[in-house]
Structure formats: C-alpha cells, structure tokens
C-alpha cells in the first residue's frame, strides 16, 4: 500500500489470495477486487466502508489492476488537479482491466449534458455513484462480479424471507413519523420520521420483481413525507443521482416495475401539494391508480383536535383535481367516528363529506382510547354506545357509496390478479382488480373460465369481464 501525498491516491495491495485463478475450478475460485483511493479523508472512510464490506462478504483484494476481476475508484471532484487525476486514474484502470465502478465526490458532478461527468468521459465505467454509497457500490459490485459462494448466507434467498404469498410484497420506505397526533402512539412507539436511502428501497424493489413478486405495496406512517429527514438528499440508483422524495421514488419504482409487467400500488399517502404529481403516473397506468390516504375526519374543528397533518388542505377540491387528472382513481381511507368533543354537527358533517367524496373504499372505527395518547386529556369523551351509533351510521353511508361504484362497474373488462386457484381454476379462484389491495378491501371471485384451455395460475394476471357487484366484492367471468 502506498500513500501519494498531493492527491492522497492510495492504490491497495493486499496480499494476494492463495488461489490462483488457473488452477483452480471457478466456483472455488475467490474473486479478486483492485481499489483505488483517492481524495479527502471522508473519502478514505468511504473507501475503508467498502473494502471492510468487500472482505466481510468473500472477496479478495488485488494488487493490480490486470489480476483483478473488476476495478473500484474512489474519486475526488474538489479541483481541477483533483478532477484530471480522477479521471486519469480511471482511464487506467479501463485500460488495463476494462471492469470498473467509479464511486465518490467526482461520481456526483455533472457534465456538459447533464448526464455525470464521468460517463461523458469514460462511458464504458460498470457503474457511476457519489459518495457514502457502500450499498450502491456493493450492488454494482454484485451484478458484475458475484459474491463467493457462503454455505450459511446463501440459504436466505435474495429477496429475504418474506411472510407473504410469493406474488405480493410490502416495501418499507421508512419507520416512525414526525406528526403528533393526539390519538396515536406510534411516534412514542417509533420515534421520528427515518427514511430508507432511497438507493436500498430501489434495490429491494429490483429484487423483488426479479424474484416473481407481481404487486408491491409501498408502506410507511407517511408516504408522502418520504425523505424529509434526508432533506431530499440525492442518493444514486443504478449509477445515476435520484432524489429522496416520494415523486422521484414513484417514478423510478414505476421504471423498475414495468419489463416485469408487475403492479406499484400507494399506501398511507397524505394529500400534501406534491402528491398531485404522482397523478400522471397513474393516469398512464406506470403506478396503480389507488390512493390509500387517511383522512379520519373532514371537520376542520375535530382535524385540529386530532392534531392532524395537512389538515389545512382543502380535501374535497384536492379530490376532485385528482379524479380529474386520472378518472380511474380508487381512494381508500379510515376515519375516527365519536372523537372527544366530536358535536352531531361536526359528524353531520363528516357524512357531508363522505357523501361528497364518494371515497370507494371507506372503513370506520368508533373512537377507542389508547393509553398514553393525549386525546384521553381532551374533554368531552362520548359514551361508548354514541361511540359505536356514529360509526354504524358513517358505514351505512360509506357501504351505500361502495355499492354504487362496485354496481358501476358491472359489464367492464379488468385485469385480476389471481390470489387462489384450486386445480389451475377449474372451479373458479379469486383474485383482485387494482381497486383492491389484499387483505382490506374487497376481492374478485373468479368464475371458472368458459373456455376448456383456460387456466387460472397464483400470481398471475387474467382478464375477466365483471358480471355482478356482491357487497364489498365482484364476480367475473375470466376472458
Ligand atoms: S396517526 Fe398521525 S402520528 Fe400516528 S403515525 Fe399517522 S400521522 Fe403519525
């Protein structure tokens, strides 16, 4: 190993592995990374994170460039002499590998063109990110030269173990919230708003599909505040700078979705300005148009009380530009009926609302207090049999609006995903259209399908034409 003071380039010579990569079978051969180090010390913390990473899970180092498998350079982009040396050592390590992942503050600049600088010069680099990018660097590290085999690691498979049917799957963008409202707990609980970088939640998505996964439901307290403890810092995905924000994050998952032909759907998402973006996405059919938001109420005395985020936001024009925007659009929401203090004419109007918004699918608690919330302190606590009357009264309500929607749709053609299908379908399944994320809202019972050759497969999509609403469920006739 050895220093180069004004540039501080540290070139890596760990002793070699003692295999030689002739002499013995490719899957016991270890393979063998080159890294160079260049710049300040945070950058050399960088470099240390990845190579600790690198030796953690198998690989090797090498101490040349042409005996390696593949080339890391850790650059600088603070001055010009910083920049030329950078991208001289790149050029280096192309020439005498050709397999390189370039990583660090020279990875984050822009060209002329807008694209990174480092492409523009040296477009056949592996991959490009910026700094304090271990996990993007291990990534590109993975798809390039994959991992020494682990008997004990290698057990799990890439996607980890997961508790749903192998077609669905929860994505967790982050834990905790930073609101406060009064009847809930979970920031006690939890603590603060903590976003996933946004390049982890990516590379779970990836794998996801890859692995069959066919509907991704992104989860969170607050999707929409996705990022804001990042201050939206720019992460990196697949060597290109990405925003930490949850448009950004739409787009991308809707990019990764689409050659696996699989579904993104939205959870939690509260109606801040910026959601309006996400509409687009929908309307083409890039992102399910489903919109999971938790309203709880509509009186803007009780949302004050609840201590409600966004609850300045005009709801019912909001809704009314989103449907505009994407005519397809399901909105899911829960509310609280009987909140401390809660007037018959606050509740009128929450069924005002309710009516109004025509929300397809609604569901309603009674008011129920939790300990340790500081809704128990609010006075005017309603006996529980008020309590329960008020939410009966608000499904009533929400359960008439659904009936309608379901009715309306009755003679349409939809895709289903089939969730269960005894013998290939033969007798029939069941399965659920966009308008329906598993376990909450409704599903679609499946006919057996007309057609002798037509089967029906878990996780799989099918066309089916709608013959009847039956409560909260459809019944289809698969095409
Ligand atoms: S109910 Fe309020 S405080 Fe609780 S997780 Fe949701 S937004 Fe955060």
Redesign the pocket.
């Known amino acids: 190993m050895f220093f180069g003071a004004p540039g501080h380039f540290i070139k890596f010579a760990v002793k070699s592995n003692a295999y030689d990569s002739g002499t013995v079978p490719e899957a016991a051969r270890i393979p063998k990374v080159a890294f160079a180090s260049l710049g300040c010390p945070k950058a050399l913390s960088d470099s240390e994170l990845i190579l600790t990473q690198l030796r953690a899970e198998g690989y090797d180092t090498s101490n040349s460039y042409a005996g390696a498998d593949l080339v890391i350079v850790n650059t600088c982009g603070f001055i010009d002499d910083a920049v030329k040396e950078s991208l001289d050592t790149i050029g280096e390590a192309l020439a005498e590998n050709g397999k390189v992942i370039v990583t660090g503050c020279l990875g984050a600049k822009q060209g002329a063109s807008g694209e990174s600088l480092v492409r523009e010069m040296h477009p056949s680099v592996l991959a490009v990110t910026g700094p304090h990018a271990t996990n993007e660097v291990m990534d590109a590290v993975h798809r390039h030269t994959p991992k020494p085999h682990d008997p004990f690691a290698d057990l799990v498979p890439p996607q980890g173990v997961r508790l749903t049917p192998k077609h669905y799957a929860y994505l967790k963008i982050s834990e905790g ?1 930073n ?3 009064s009847f ?1 707990i ?2 006690s609980m939890r603590g603060d708003l903590v976003s996933r970088s946004i390049g982890d939640v990516l590379r779970e998505a990836e794998r996801l599909f890859e692995a069959g996964v066919k509907e991704l439901l992104v989860i969170s ?2 999707t929409s505040a996705y990022g804001v403890d990042l201050r939206h810092r720019t992460g990196f995905w697949d060597g290109r700078p990405v925003r930490t924000h949850m448009t950004e994050l739409c787009e991308r998952l809707a990019r990764i979705a689409e050659p696996h032909g699989a579904w993104v759907r939205l959870h939690y998402v509260y109606p801040y300005p910026h959601v309006d973006q996400v509409l687009p996405l929908m309307a083409s059919g890039a992102i399910l148009p489903y919109l999971d938001v938790p309203f709880q109420h509509a009186h803007p005395d009780v949302l004050k009380r609840m201590k409600r ?1 966004a609850n300045g936001e005009k709801n019912l024009e909001r809704l009314a530009r989103w449907r505009e925007a994407c005519p397809e659009l399901v909105v899911r929401s829960t509310f609280i009926a009987g909140f401390p203090g809660e007037t018959e004419a606050e509740f009128e109007h929450l069924l005002d609302f309710m009516r109004e918004a025509r929300i397809d699918r609604a569901g309603c608690f009674a008011y129920s207090p939790v300990p340790g919330a500081s809704a128990n302190e609010l006075p005017g606590m309603l006996p529980a049999d008020v309590r329960e009357e008020r939410r009966a009264r608000f499904m009533a309500v929400a359960e008439a609006v659904s009936a309608e929607k379901l009715k309306a749709r009755v003679g349409a053609t939809m895709q289903v995903l089939v969730d269960k299908a005894p013998a290939l379908g033969r007798k029939g399944g069941t399965g659920r259209s966009y308008a329906d994320a598993p376990e909450i809202d409704g599903v679609v019972h499946l006919l057996p399908p007309e057609k002798a050759s037509k089967t029906l497969k878990v996780g799989e999509f099918t066309r089916a034409r709608i013959v009847a609403a039956q409560g909260h469920d459809l019944v289809a006739q698969p095409i």
């Open positions: 919230c609101h406060r409202c809930c979970i920031p307290q607050d985020p």
